[in-house]
Structure formats: structure tokens, C-alpha cells
């Protein structure tokens, strides 16, 4: 990633390797840190072994997530002791750094600094001062602000014509089991007028692709638009070819945003709206406020709407209280669905979440079989549908050589099917017609036609 040159490095000019784990929104923010503090003097590397500022931009969705960064920042601090790596700092932002400010700050294991979502801002200082002082102590800075106050500068990605733009921070649904709310803070919109400048310097720097993110996109509401409204507005930006959106909440998909969505050429017909899990008993549990029979409705409707419209989703295995019965119901809903993709995961309790005050009565066994049985359930699906696409002529749009074979290249299709093309020149950007003749796990290969 190639990130433009906004101000002049200073001399002096220290390296920033930034390592991002977990959701879409922290790649966004990773992009945000990198041109705050590149307008600031400092240099982005993507060399470890150069950096003297190491960012491990954090994830605590799940408990792994959260185990996976505390061992790396003993793998980092023991490189440093070995001098394997130069870098002096290193800290740790994102979702963990609000979560977890305290254990990062202090103890053997520790972070030199620590940045919470809402203050990468005061990154710039925080660092000159860690630089300048060497403090004992390490800095934190976390807390939510009242409004939404960065914008990542726009970047030619060379292998991904998809440009993210995060359009709102932080989620105001309460889901039992997560713990965004708490590490991202409540909803805070980006305006339209932002938004709008963000994808027209996107567009003026070569771009024709943008994926919307938040985590609930749907929701977006401003004083003046809602998110079929915005999406109507977005669509009118001169040169941009193709939106793309994640995450749908199932409440906020009503008719009006599946008609915007039918209406514009520029959307893709994809939906990613995950439905956690099948059935309702489990779902009033985790306070989603829809039913799988609502839910179905809905996927119907778009269907009805939407010519050619796929489906993506995420399910949590072993909600606490999910018995036999209740994943057959999850298995139901994925075989009548016919998603294309699903994200699978095994529950796992969030300290502080309502959730996390249920027993958590299925045994780690018990959750990895389950989860097994969704994936296999889901391999099965996307054979059937693979299998009917092969002879179809489909319009992609080309994302970039493919690391493997040699000389071919990967697209997209617009209702996002990964499509390989061997042997093919034609250059990132590209939107051309391809037939697919194979599929090979759940990229399907295509000839131009
Ligand atoms: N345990 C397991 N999976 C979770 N997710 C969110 N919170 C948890 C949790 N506590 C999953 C949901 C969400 C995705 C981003 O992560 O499926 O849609
Ligand atoms: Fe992980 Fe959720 Fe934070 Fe994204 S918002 S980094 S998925 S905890």
C-alpha cells in the first residue's frame, strides 16, 4: 500500500510499522493512523526489522483475539532484546486498548503505549513525548469522544481496487454477547458532506471501487439521510462504478434501502447480514429482535428484488443455553438461505457483556463439533451453487495479479464471487466478461469471452 506524501518527513523522521488485526474498520483505522502521522513528519515502513515505532492495531471480539496480541508483544519485546528489531516503542491501539488499557500499561508483558479507537488524533504527541522524555511510565489515552473525527486519507491499494470508507464509529445495538459497544463506543455518523469528499478524492486519485463500513452500515442515519438515502447520494459521484457495504443489520434491511439497492446500478448485489443464529429462542437470548422466519423474509424479498443477489453471514456456535435442537435450527436456516459464504464462530464469553452472566453450559467439545458441522453443512451449500454457475458469462472487475500461477490475475464478480483468470493481461481496474468454466475451493476460474 502506497500512502501519498502529504507534508515533508522531518529529518529525523521515525518509522511506523503498523500491524492490524481483526475487522475491516481497523484496517480503515490503520490507514487513519498512518496519514495522521505521516501529515505529522513521521514515515509508514512496511519492513518490522526497519520500523522504530511498532502499532499493533487490536482486536477483542473473541478471547483469542485478545490472547494472540499479548503473546505478541512478548515475541516483539524479546526481538528487542535480541536485537532483531530496532524499535523502541511499541504500542498497542484499537478495540484492546480501550478494553484492556490497564494490564497493557503495566506488568512484565507491557505495551509502551497505549491508543484507544477514539484517540489515534493524539497519537503524534504522544509519541514525540515518548521519544523526547522516555516517561517510565507508558501513556494511555482512551475514552470515546461525542462525534466522529478522523477521515483516512484516500490510498492506491495496488492489489485491491476496493477502497474502504468507514461511515460511522462505534454501534448502539446491544447484542449480548459482544463487546463493540464497549470497545468502539455508541454510534456516531461521519456526515454526508465528509463522506462524499472522502469518495471524491478517492475517485480523483484513480479509484473506482468503495466498500462502506461500520459495524451496523445500515443504521447510518444523519440528520438528513438515512442509509438508502446516502447510498442514493453516493451513487451519483461521477466515475465511481461500483459500492460495495458490510455490515447489514437484519432490522435496519427494510424495503425502501432493498429497493435503493435494486434501483442503483452502481451497488453490488451482495449482502452481507449476518443472522448469528437460527433459532428464535437463541435469538431472544442475544437480543437480535428478529426471527429466522423474519429473517428468511427478508433474504426473500431481496431475492425477489435484486437480480442476482448473494448472501453472506455470520453464526456463533454454543450461545450459552444452545441446545441440540436450537443449531438444527441454525442448520436449517443455512441450508434455506443457500449463503455463499459464512463466518463461523464458537461463542466465547466477553467479560462485561450480558452474556457473559448466562452459564456458559456448552462444553468446548460441543462447540467445536457443532462448528464442524456448520462449516461442512456450508462446503456442501457452496458446491451446489458453485456448480450452477459454471457456463454462466459474468462481468468482474479485476483486483490484481494473483500470487499463484504465474501470469494470471484476480477479479471479482459484482455479487462478490472471487473469480481466477490464468493467463490473462488485462490490469487492476479492468472490468471485463469472463466465463467461468471451474471452480477450485471458492474461487471460481474464468476465461475471457
Ligand atoms: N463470541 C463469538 N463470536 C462473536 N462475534 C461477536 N461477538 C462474539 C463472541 N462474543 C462474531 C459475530 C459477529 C462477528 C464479527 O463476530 O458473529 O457478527
Ligand atoms: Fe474486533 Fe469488533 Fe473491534 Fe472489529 S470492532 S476489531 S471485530 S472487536
Known amino acids: 500500500m ?20 481483526g475487522c475491516q474498520m481497523n484496517t480503515y483505522d490503520s490507514s487513519a493512523i ?33 490472547h494472540k496480541i499479548f503473546s505478541r508483544i512478548g515475541e516483539l519485546r524479546s526481538l528487542r532484546r535480541h536485537d532483531q528489531i530496532r524499535a523502541e516503542i511499541i504500542g498497542v491501539c484499537g478495540c484492546m486498548a480501550e478494553r484492556l488499557a490497564g494490564a497493557l500499561a503495566k506488568g512484565t508483558g507491557r505495551a509502551d503505549l497505549v491508543a484507544g479507537v477514539d484517540q489515534y488524533d493524539r497519537l503524534p504527541v504522544m509519541l514525540d513525548e515518548l ?25 492506491a491499494y495496488p492489489t485491491n481496487n476496493s477502497h474502504l470508507v468507514t461511515i460511522h464509529k462505534g454501534c448502539d445495538y446491544r447484542c449480548t454477547y459482544c463487546i463493540v459497544p464497549e470497545t468502539r463506543g455508541p454510534q456516531r455518523e461521519k456526515t454526508p458532506e465528509a463522506i462524499i469528499a472522502e469518495i471524491e478524492g478517492i475517485v480523483g486519485a484513480g479509484g473506482a ?62 449482502l452481507h447480514i449476518p443472522a448469528q443464529s437460527g433459532s428464535n429462542r437463541v435469538l431472544k437470548r442475544m437480543k437480535r429482535f428478529y426471527t429466522s422466519e423474519t429473517y428468511l423474509d427478508l433474504v426473500a424479498t431481496a431475492r425477489r428484488m435484486i437480480p442476482d443477489v448473494t448472501f453472506s453471514g455470520d453464526f456463533i456456535v454454543g450461545f450459552p443455553g444452545e441446545t441440540r435442537d436450537d443449531f438444527l435450527r441454525t442448520l436449517e436456516l443455512v441450508r434455506e438461505v443457500r449463503y455463499d459464504q459464512t463466518f463461523n464462530f ?35 451449500v457452496w458446491t451446489e451453487l458453485a456448480a450452477d454457475e459454471i457456463g454462466r458469462t459474468r462481468w468482474v472487475a479485476v483486483e490484481g495479479k494473483a500470487r499463484r500461477p504465474e501470469g494470471a490475475v484476480k477479479a471479482r464478480t459484482l455479487n462478490n464471487r472471487k473469480v481466477l483468470l490464468k493467463d490473462c493481461d488485462a490490469v487492476t481496474g479492468d472490468v471485463i466478461e469472463v466465463r467461468i468454466t471451474g471452480c477450485e475451493s471458492t474461487t471460481f476460474i474464468g476465461i475471457l469471452v
Not at 2 to 21: G, K, M, N
Open 131 to 155: 521519544i523526547e522524555k522516555k516517561p517510565r511510565r507508558a501513556p494511555v489515552a482512551t475514552g470515546h469522544l461525542d462525534h466522529m473525527h478522523y477521515v483516512a486519507p484516500p490510498e
Open 346 to 380: 464458537k461463542y466465547s464469553a466477553r467479560p462485561g457483556t450480558p452474556a457473559a452472566r448466562l452459564e456458559d453450559d456448552v462444553s468446548l467439545e460441543e462447540k467445536k463439533a457443532r462448528l464442524a458441522e456448520l462449516i461442512a453443512l456450508q462446503d456442501d
Open 209 to 270: 471501487e468503495v466498500t462502506l463500513l461500520g459495524q451496523n452500515v445500515t443504521a447510518y442515519k444523519s440528520p438528513e439521510l438515512d442509509f438508502a438515502g446516502l447510498l442514493r447520494r453516493v451513487a451519483e459521484i461521477d466515475g465511481l462504478d461500483r459500492i460495495r457495504f458490510l455490515t447489514g443489520h437484519p432490522c435496519d434491511m427494510d424495503e425502501p434501502l432493498i429497493q435503493a439497492i435494486a434501483d442503483l446500478e452502481t451497488v453490488c448485489p451482495w
Open 2 to 21: 502506497t500512502s501519498p506524501v502529504l507534508h515533508d518527513a522531518r529529518p529525523d523522521s521515525p518509522r511506523v510499522f503498523i500491524e492490524t488485526y
Open 34 to 66: 498512518g496519514g495522521i502521522l505521516i501529515r505529522n513528519g513521521y514515515t509508514r515502513t512496511d519492513v518490522l526489522a526497519d520500523a522504530d515505532i511498532v502499532l499493533l492495531n487490536t482486536c477483542s471480539v473473541r478471547e483469542l483475539a485478545e
